[in-house]
């Protein structure tokens, strides 16, 4: 009981902060959302999906401080064309953001949007986001639906000629970012969209993204080097027929993430393929935790995650396939895998298939285990010195989430990356 009463106390302290005002559909969908929160209240250790990451930092009123980390502040993916919408401490920049006109797809700020009597979001702001609270509650997903004041609403209407570059900077060592974007595809659009940067101290994000049939969508991510930032970010995508969601997520450094995915495959023929590397060092908490559901025939779905942890990191993975009886000729694969550098960090691992159709292809598995000695000793006996071997081997490892990024050139970005993360730590 007592526990009870904390967690809502806590609850209502966190909802003291007022939402902004908007237009009425806005209203309804932030008073819908925290209502929502109401009634799961925030999340406790004692919950099935956080028993292995603590929530304390992201629930708590004030946001613990993050010292600013020394760094260029350019976008990882500085090669090639790219649309640059900026963002500082969780608020929209425009003097460092290009304009966001560009054929083809109307890019808009959630405060413009959300103040229109009319508007195709209305359909898609936490619309998404409701439906991915069941059957595991989100609650920190339903508080960024409620009191999320910035982000963008693009709405693509064919195939974009550059991807849409999402930067994060983190400026202030209190900063307390809640941000949210709404994205729609249109029927056969195709959309690359880019995200870095720490974003803030403590950030709390969600994606919505509705993609209709024949569309494609393709996520890639980099959280940012500042080690002392906490987030937890979720991203809800609904699938339409013979449409295509890809997202990959690298994460270097930061004392706490957490990523969530909830996918819904609604049309037949749709492919989803979640994807992601961590590397961690020392007071590093990693946390992946997704949910895909086939609700139409013949869909593919793959999670592939790798991390590499060290001087006692942690790394989580939560991941589910649920196959509803409807969908036949589901093909559903899961891996997650943890290579661990030294005796003192562990990796925790929560495979789940639930599978209700007779005619279908799924399979999971998790492993965790040290650098494979063999192939360390083929490598050294042919003069390869033993730290390069290792970075040499680490890189293998990751390989095979890294080979999720179709484009060649986000792939080169993300392996030099990874690249100087292991030659940092070789010192």
Known sequence: MAALQENQSLTEARLAQVPPQGAGWANTARGAALARVRAMGLPQRRDEYWKYTRPDSLVQVEAPKAALFDHDTGSVFEAGER???????????????????????????????????????????????????????????????????DGVVIHVRGRVSKPINLIYIHNSTGSDAILHHVIRLDPGTELTLMEDGPAAARLNMVLEVDVADGAKFHHVRSQGRDHERRAVTHVFARLGAASLFKSFTMTANGKLTRNECVIELTGDDAVAHVAGVAMGDGDFHHDDTVFITHDARACESRQVFKKVLRNGATGVFQGKILVKQIAQKTDGYQISQALMLDEDSQFLAKPELEIYADDVVCSHGSTSGAIDEEALFYMRARGVPKDIATDLLTLAFLAEAVEEVEDAALRAAINAQLEGWLLRRRG
């Open 83 to 149: 649309l640059k919408i900026v963002f500082v401490d969780g608020v929209f920049d425009a003097v460092t953001s290009d304009d966001l006109a560009m054929e083809d797809v109307t890019i808009e700020r959630l405060s413009e949007v959300t103040n229109t009597d009319i508007h195709w979001a209305k359909d898609v702001y936490g619309e998404l986001e409701a439906r991915g609270q069941n059957p595991v509650a989100r609650p920190l997903a339903a508080l960024n639906t409620g009191l999320a004041s």
